[in-house]
């Protein structure tokens, strides 16, 4: 089964669930998706870079609980390990600018991956975004990763809207990972809980994975409604 792991699952502003980024890794090569405020943190804390040969970062979107600590992570890992990131971001101007700014040069500390989707070899797994609704003047990309083998996994990012032919996805036996909100009203930045409810049938929400989570008693209302939680990474905090 193919999961991604978590260092947090937080909204944007939670004041105790760290920011949401998920990783996946298998021969020494990992995959991490957005590197928010918390995240360069909860990666040191765990020592996940350790034993890291290759390090792919796919960015969602410029909201700084995406992006927040991603020019420390570049720098520490080339200065650590004296290893380029390869970053993959739709609008590769932006993220250049951006990453200038705070002075990490562009095949000097990182790279970025050529292409409008990618395969990652040691990951038997392609990556393709998917541009999404969120933000008037940020945009938004959601991604799709596909494996070799075993399931296939859609990460919404930060999005307003279901995936096309969520039901068909599903009943495939894929899973989904959702920002579902539950303390924001349905002309909002995310998905709700209630729409996903009037979308999703209850046989099919075990597939789809609450993220960017937010409001009281979140685990409780999203539960009983038959969506899962997602797992994180069961080291976090351990050093
Ligand atoms: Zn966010
Ligand atoms: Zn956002």
Redo the contacts with the bound molecule.
């Keep these: 089964m193919n999961t991604l792991t978590f260092l947090g699952r937080g909204?944007?502003y939670h004041i105790t669930e760290n920011?949401?980024s998920a990783y996946y890794i298998k021969n020494g090569t990992m995959l991490l998706i957005d590197c928010?405020e918390t995240v360069f943190k909860t990666l040191l804390n765990n020592r996940l870079l350790d034993e890291i040969e290759e390090l792919y970062i796919i960015i969602t979107h410029m909201?700084s609980?995406?992006v927040g600590s991603l020019a420390g992570l570049i720098g520490y890992y080339y200065w650590k390990y004296h290893k380029s990131a390869k970053l993959f971001y739709p609008e590769k101007e932006k993220m250049k600018q951006y990453l200038a700014l705070l002075g990490m040069i562009e095949d000097e500390a990182y790279t970025f991956v050529k292409g409008k989707k990618f395969s990652i070899d040691p990951l038997e797994m392609t990556v393709t975004p998917v541009k999404t609704l969120h933000n008037p003047i940020i945009n938004a990309y959601s991604y799709h990763l596909n494996f070799i083998d075993g399931n296939d996994i859609f990460y919404s990012g930060?999005s307003k809207i279901l995936m096309e032919n969520a039901l068909a996805f599903l009943s495939a036996g894929n899973f989904i990972y959702q920002?579902i909100c539950i303390s924001e009203n349905d002309l909002g930045p995310h998905m709700t809980l209630n729409k996903m409810v009037e979308l999703i049938p209850l046989e099919l929400r075990a597939q789809v994975y609450c993220i960017?989570v937010d409001g009281e008693d979140y685990d409780a209302k999203a539960g009983a409604y038959g969506f899962s939680k997602v797992k994180e990474d069961e080291i976090i905090n351990r050093y």
């Design positions: 909204s944007g920011n949401t928010g909201h609980d995406h930060d920002d960017h």
